[in-house]
């Protein structure tokens, strides 16, 4: 096999080239001289030229200055000399194009980087990063898809950018649904847990016979006292409930190509013993007040519809604890005992005022000190074309397995082979949630999602075995990038933009930012292999060629697998 590209090293002391911060540098001085003060330069991408600043509009306003005259000054008083022309355009932007020289010096620095232009945090933090957390002894559904998947995401770009990351699952283990479970086991005289296919079908009749059967109702509650007074035969139910329900997570989260593992789950009952000291410590420092029997917080600034306000029950009437006390243990461990500075709970949008008023409770407990952050990764909710919620046709919550079947049924019915039609279906699935802003809604839709072109993620992965192929098929090496083309200039400018993309979705937790610029970057290889001949060119182009294809191929390969998709080399 050819080799990919030229032989990868580490960055060295020469810079590998942000342009646009480079853009931004050499443009400050003359913005500075015209506002006589210092002004962010705001130089961005531009579909007008290499990059744009649009800083003297708004500058032009508080000078008093018609904006083209700000515009042109700036323009003359710019030092930009062998790195890009300048000029104004429209009301008053400055559009920069770049030389051909700086284009190609640091697409060959990128190409000799090991990490493509992304070096690792020049301060690592210890994130932890709460996702997928589905209840026990319930099969997974498509609605427990985002948080898996976006978590995942998260962890995966989090971890490269050189952060230590705690991946956390807090699955739901504890609590009323168990002595339920467990009192309806012991109806049927069963001594263990049912298989995994049966956990569905087997908690819906215990469900029922809890809502209709006040005898049951009462024994079942009985029974979480028992668990949480640590009766051993109701543990060992427990137990086994558990362990059967991990065993079959841990195989959905295989298949669905997520990493997580049996060493991150850390459920409800973790905390358990915790918890009594949580609440004597919010009581103790006057976060807590009795309301119907409950210890409940009041955090300042939440009110309900009535305008009274708002409770947060942490330990509840009963005695028993509910969401709001495991997730306070958990937070107060996560910052004391794994020294996690930053948190992110990737939950559905609908738990906004929840997580709110939990980080607020901790706060005024000192639990969140200066330095340290929680944050609420909010996500939308997967629509059918109706619009409505997804849902199988008599109204059940969709399995996540026969989501993936179908993906895969329909990815093979396309012509990829077994294994490829794993990844495409997957990955199909898994980009169509990624690709959007996670804060939205989206329609679940089988024929865009498996399209092969289009803003998809088998056009990626086509994009990506197609280099592969052409890789394969030559029989010379890579040599030193040197755009000519108009083609291999967009593309060797995209390329250049990855390592902006990726630290930006480290800061805004936004993964749909880099599936954005993937299928940019796909689509901007297609130009130029339509437009360039690679194997045919003369000997010095087709050696910069294949270069532009062997760091198109790593960078695709690299960001697909941030996204937590695959990047099969044949399709």
């Not at 991946?167 to 086991?185: P, Q, S, Y």
């Not at 005898?215 to 060992?236: I, K, M, P, Y």
């Not at 709110?356 to 330095?371: F, I, Q, T």
């Not at 919620?389 to 396309?414: C, N, P, Q, W, Y």
Request: hydrophobic share 45%.
């Amino acid at each position: 096999m050819t080799p990919v590209g030229p032989a990868v090293r580490a960055p060295s002391m020469g810079l590998i080239m942000n342009l646009e911060a480079l853009l931004s540098a050499r443009l400050a001085p003359a913005l500075a001289e015209v506002a006589r003060a210092a002004v962010d330069p705001a130089v961005r991408r531009s579909r007008h030229a290499d990059f744009q600043s649009g800083a003297v509009l708004s500058l032009a306003g508080r000078l008093g200055r018609p904006p083209r005259d700000v515009a042109q000054e700036v323009a003359a008083r710019s030092d930009l000399d062998g790195l890009a022309r300048i000029e104004v355009s429209g009301p008053g932007f400055l559009n920069l194009t770049l030389a051909d020289e700086p284009i190609a010096a640091a697409v060959n620095d990128l190409a000799a980087d090991a990490r493509l232009g992304v070096p690792p945090a020049g301060r690592p933090e210890t994130l932890v990063v709460d996702y997928s957390s589905p209840n026990i002894a319930k099969e997974l559904t498509v609605g427990h898809l985002r948080s898996t998947v976006i978590g995942d995401s998260l962890a995966r770009t989090l971890a490269w950018l050189g952060h230590d990351v705690v991946r956390a699952n807090h699955v739901g283990d504890w609590g009323t649904a168990f002595g339920m479970l467990i009192e309806h086991l012991l109806d049927h005289g069963a001594s263990g847990a049912p298989r995994l296919g049966d956990l569905t079908g087997f908690y819906r009749a215990a469900r029922a016979r809890f809502d209709a059967d006040e005898e049951f109702r009462n024994r079942s509650r009985l029974r979480v006292v028992r668990l949480q007074a640590g009766d051993e035969e109701t543990l060992r139910l427990w137990r086994g409930y558990v362990a059967e329900s991990r065993r079959y997570l841990l195989a959905a989260y295989e298949r669905l190509g997520v990493t997580l593992t049996e060493a991150h789950f850390a459920g409800e009952s973790t905390y358990q013993d915790a918890l009594p000291d949580v609440v004597a410590e919010l009581a103790g420092k006057g976060l807590l007040t009795e309301s119907d029997g409950a210890l409940c917080a009041f955090p300042a600034g939440f009110t309900g519809r009535d305008g009274e306000p708002l409770p947060l029950i942490v330990r509840k009437s009963d005695g028993g604890f509910g969401y709001a006390a495991t997730d306070l243990a958990a937070l107060r461990h996560r910052v004391r005992e794994l020294g996690a500075t930053r948190l992110l709970y990737v939950v559905g949008a609908p738990q906004r005022t929840h997580f709110r008023m939990v980080y607020a409770v901790a706060a005024a407990a000192g639990w969140l000190p200066e330095g340290v952050t929680a944050e609420h990764v909010a996500f939308g909710s997967i629509l059918g074309a109706d619009g409505k919620m997804f849902r199988t046709r008599s109204g059940d919550s969709v399995k996540l397995a026969d989501v993936l079947d179908e993906a895969i049924a329909r990815a093979s019915a396309l012509g990829a082979g077994p294994e490829a039609a794993q990844a495409v279906g997957v990955g199909a699935v898994k980009y169509a949630d990624l690709a959007g802003d996670r804060r939205n809604d989206y329609v679940f839709d089988w024929d865009r999602m498996l399209a092969l072109t289009g803003d998809t993620g088998p056009y990626l992965q086509y994009a990506y075995a197609r280099i592969r192929s052409l890789l394969d098929r030559a029989t010379d090496a890579p040599g030193p990038v040197v755009p000519c083309h108009p083609a291999e200039r967009a593309l060797a400018l995209e390329l250049l933009a990855f390592a902006p993309v990726v630290h930006s979705v480290g800061e805004t937790l936004e993964p749909h930012r880099l599936a954005g610029y993937l299928h940019g970057l796909a689509s901007s290889f297609s130009g130029f292999y339509q437009n360039c001949p690679v194997l045919r060119a003369p000997d010095d182009v087709r050696a910069s060629r294949l270069a532009l294809c062997a760091l198109t191929g790593r960078t695709l390969r690299q960001g697909l697998d941030l996204l937590g998709i695959a990047a099969p080399a044949a399709l």
